[in-house]
């Protein structure tokens, strides 16, 4: 069955420090998509990210970089020099090509940027 | 502009009130979809349609009901509703089904009293 495991609830930083949010899921498809949303304490959800399981490269936007391994299968986040406009809540989600078009949301990491 | 737009945005109700939430878009997609937000419970599927009289449950249909008669709506019904269904709800489309990014409306908050 599909899951989507986000291990830290809340995790606290100082501006300027890089920080990882870890997501791990499980899937038995061979063809399948993860994603990354943000909601910011305005409570709107924003796309960030959208990878399919065939592209394992990594991603880099700005001083967002995206790890994807198949391996282990994760799919890890990272802020470069975290800003306080960082602060939100980050879901990281699953969806199976051939299932079914359901989507499974992990429970979110409330991330804190302290200035 | 293009966007996902719910109504009414805040709603306080009481048991067994019969609600609809509406939600509709304007980017011709074919994929909608009703979440709910709990706290430490993340974001759940409750149903989701692919296209015009298709729709289908996602993890947690029962107390809800939904229907798709026109491509850009797609309204949320609560026959009865009940406290445990005191939550966010979000609203959400695609272009082409659940592999491709959401575009999520501005969430409804309702209380059940």
């Known amino acids: 069955a599909q899951k989507v495991t986000q291990a830290q609830t809340e995790i606290s930083v100082v501006e300027k420090e890089d920080v990882t949010l870890d997501c791990v899921y499980e899937?038995?498809?061979?063809?399948?998509?993860l994603f990354w949303y943000k909601q910011p304490p305005s409570g709107e959800l924003v796309f960030l990210i959208r990878r399919n399981s065939f592209d394992e490269q990594n991603e880099i936007s700005g001083r967002y970089s995206w790890n994807f391994q198949k391996s282990t299968s994760s799919f890890n986040f990272t802020i470069t020099a975290s800003q306080v406009v960082d602060s939100a809540v980050y879901f990281c989600?699953?969806?199976?090509?051939?299932?079914?078009?359901?989507?499974?949301f992990g429970k979110g990491t409330r991330l804190h940027i302290l200035p | 502009e293009a966007q996902v737009t719910q109504n009414p945005r805040y709603l306080i109700t009481v048991t067994g009130k019969k609600l609809t939430v509406t939600c509709s878009q304007n980017?011709?997609?074919?994929?909608m979809s009703w979440y709910r937000q709990d706290p430490g419970l993340g974001l759940r599927q409750i149903y989701y349609?692919?296209?015009?009289?298709?729709?289908d449950k996602g993890d947690v249909p029962e107390g809800y009901k939904v229907s798709r008669k026109e491509k850009r709506n797609f309204p949320l019904i609560l026959e009865s509703p009940s406290p445990n269904q005191t939550s966010l709800y979000f609203c959400?489309?695609?272009?082409?089904?659940?592999?491709?990014?959401?575009?999520f409306g501005p969430g409804t908050r309702l209380t059940v009293t």
């Open positions: 349609s692919m296209n015009v009289e298709v729709t």
């Open positions: 989600a699953l969806s199976e090509r051939y299932r079914d078009d359901k989507i499974i």
């Open positions: 959400a489309s695609s272009s082409s089904g659940a592999a491709y990014e959401q575009y």
């Open positions: 899937t038995r498809d061979t063809t399948y998509y």
């Open positions: 980017m011709n997609h074919e994929y």
